[in-house]
């Protein structure tokens, strides 16, 4: 075999360095290709820029609509993040602890949107808030969202729920703690990492999402995601690219703090 | 702290009635009845799936009786939830809270009773200084050894001065010389605040060392209840015998009050024993109380009365430094195992054939078991 032959040693050391290369590079090129261009100076998006401006920028602060979609998709995030973190603590407790029959397929029944179609979902809750007269609203936005954010708040809360030592939590009730008391003062500070990882998830499912969105939004209600895909089937310009930018800085943001708080919560 | 006292005729502090547990089909604890006396360290001994940690469980409140009865001081615990049982428990990995302090730790129970801010602060310094954690106070747990961390739980557990301290295989975790160093300072705790302990193992050295009275269970029933001397010296039944040290089993036929065939020679027993006559019964002899004799020696001393002797062949002898064992087969090709100090044992060479004898006073006998009884369970 090639790879256990030890001569070929340094080769295979090089070629990996370079396969593993040419990968991260495949995966962010797209990524710096649209920064370049969010600040190269083409209006037809020729790249490499010839030359550099901010001017792309300035139109997209400028532009009201703009704006508007990038608050409302940040409340969106906000208000997913929240409540698929409140409806998943309970749920992991009912996973985790729970003694019951079906359970397990309890457990994969809350975790089906993660494989289940987005574009399936998608048509089911349109059809669903279109009957309701609910489509173009933030509770639709936020309420769809919650469906395809809150498997992963599940599995991030009950990743650190099945790690806890369920006897700190007995210690605490042997030590006179009602069992809610003592899940508030001993168990939810021991799984907080996973509380933070699946508020942060939460917001990003919501905060990149596309497909669901289109279908919720109006003229008067939109996402960034959705604004962008409606200005891209108009014109192409190099406003596309800011707000990519920005909706890749923003995930970014929150990949780093993510990563960090599992950092911090290895530590102990 | 409440001196210990512990006379007999007081009434127990907590008494488990008929006490059941049932998981479906599975019988975990069956209809078990103990009293635990006030200030006693007693320990539940037994191999894993025995009922030991459940009935403690059970004691705790974490499980609830299928049907039975427990009380603390005349009073059923039965309907009374964990938190308002005052019961006080150490846990298998300590279960010390991660994210405070020692001190933080051993004044949550404190806390929680909204114990005014001095008397908590003073309680707590009190009881850091009893188990000499005072220069740890502000370190987190996972900060600490595994002793200091067993120090801190037995200080929570003690901060608000339960009647009973529940321990559940405490130092399950740690290497053997820790372990003893662990169980001693345990032992001497005890006798300092004279609380009532009971202590779950699978450990039967530690048992030992540690309790006063020990009941073994064996499926979900207790099959034995002393002391570590009583249990050992008289075993009440072959699995208590077998569970606890090394035993040697030999099956004879009873003829008397008094007296047994044991292959073709004659035996005496200990009057004591009350057998059914012409039956088949078990005898069983500690190692260490079968002297071994050279033929030389046999002939120069004399069989002393209430003695008995049998020829054998021996197979192997082991020098242990301070003991040697010795494996010998006996005419009816079963094996005994013996164990003497070796400064007064000669040199056995395999195949030499030798004496054994033993004071019947110092075996036991038994009319029922079961062959699983017997043979040595190595759950340990």
């Known amino acids: 075999m090639l790879l256990s032959h030890g001569s070929l040693g340094w080769k295979l050391k090089s070629s990996l360095y370079i396969i593993t290369g040419v990968i991260a590079a495949f995966l962010a090129l797209p990524i710096f290709f649209i920064m370049a261009l969010s600040f190269g100076s083409s209006q037809w998006l020729v790249f490499p820029p010839p030359s550099w401006t901010l001017k792309w920028y300035e139109r997209f602060f400028d532009n009201s609509q703009w704006i508007e979609s990038a608050i409302t998709s940040l409340q969106v995030a906000s208000l997913t993040s929240i409540i698929a973190t409140l409806l998943a603590i309970p749920a992991s407790f009912a996973l985790v602890r729970g003694q019951f029959r079906g359970r397990d397929y309890l457990y994969t029944f809350f975790t089906l949107p993660m494989v289940v179609p987005v574009v399936i979902i998608a048509v089911a809750v349109y059809g669903t808030f279109l009957n309701l007269g609910l489509t173009g609203t933030l509770f639709a936005f936020v309420a769809s969202h919650v469906i395809i954010a809150l498997p992963f708040a599940i599995i991030s809360i009950i990743n650190s729920l099945r790690l806890f030592d369920k006897s700190i939590e007995d210690a605490a009730v042997i030590c006179g703690a009602h069992r809610i008391q003592a899940i508030i003062k001993v168990t939810f500070p021991a799984i907080k990492p996973g509380v933070i990882s699946a508020a942060l998830f939460s917001f990003l499912v919501s905060w990149d999402e596309v497909v669901i969105s289109v279908m919720m939004a109006s003229p008067n209600l939109q996402t960034l995601p959705v604004k962008m895909w409606s200005t891209l089937r108009q014109d192409l310009t190099p406003v596309i690219a800011v707000a990519s930018t920005l909706l890749i800085l923003l995930s970014l943001l929150i990949m780093i703090i993510a990563s960090f708080v599992r950092k911090q919560s290895n530590h102990h | ?380």
């Open chain 2, 1 to 380: 702290m409440s001196l210990q006292t512990n006379t007999m005729t007081q009434s127990p502090l907590v008494c488990l009635r008929e006490l059941n547990k049932e998981y479906g089909n599975f019988t975990a604890v069956d209809h078990i009845n103990l009293d635990i006396r006030k200030g006693e360290f007693l320990t539940f001994l037994g191999s894993s799936g025995s009922g030991k940690s459940t009935t403690l469980s059970m004691i705790a409140g974490f499980e609830t009786p299928t049907s039975g009865e427990i009380l603390l001081n005349d009073a059923s615990l039965i309907n009374i939830p964990s938190h308002k049982r005052g019961i006080g428990m150490v846990f298998q990995h300590y279960s010390l809270f991660p994210h405070m302090s020692v001190r933080d730790n051993i004044g949550f129970p404190l806390d929680i009773r909204k114990v005014a801010k001095d008397e908590r602060d003073k309680k707590v310094d009190e009881i850091l200084q009893l188990v000499q954690l005072e220069a740890f106070a502000d370190r987190r747990p996972s900060m600490l050894s595994g002793g200091q961390k067993q120090r801190v739980a037995i200080a929570r557990a003690l901060v608000y001065e339960p009647e009973i301290l529940l321990m559940d295989e405490p130092l399950g975790a740690l290497d053997k010389k820790l372990r003893e160093d662990l169980q001693d300072e345990l032992r001497l705790l005890h006798k300092r605040l004279g609380i009532t302990i009971v202590y779950v193992t699978h450990d039967q050295d530690e048992a030992m060392r540690l309790s006063e009275r020990i009941a073994i269970f064996k499926e979900g029933e207790i099959v034995g209840l002393g002391t570590g001397k009583d249990l050992y010296r008289k075993p009440p039944n072959a699995f208590v015998a077998s569970f606890l040290g090394n035993s040697n089993f030999l099956k004879i036929n009873v003829t008397g009050a008094a007296s047994a065939q044991l292959d073709k020679h004659h035996i005496i027993l200990d009057d004591l024993h009350v057998m059914p006559i012409n039956q088949q019964a078990l005898l069983m002899i500690r190692p260490e109380n079968l002297q071994i004799l050279t033929p030389e020696q046999a002939k120069n001393e004399a069989l002393i009365n209430g003695f008995n002797q049998i020829s054998g062949t021996v197979n192997e002898s082991v020098f242990l430094g301070e003991s040697l064992t010795c494996s010998i087969t006996i005419p009816s090709g079963e094996q005994l195992i013996s164990k003497n100090i070796a400064t007064e044992q000669p040199d056995l060479e395999p195949g030499s054939t030798v004496f054994i004898r033993w004071n019947s006073k110092h075996s036991s006998l038994y009319s029922k078991w079961e062959q699983s009884d017997i043979n040595k369970n190595s759950a340990q």
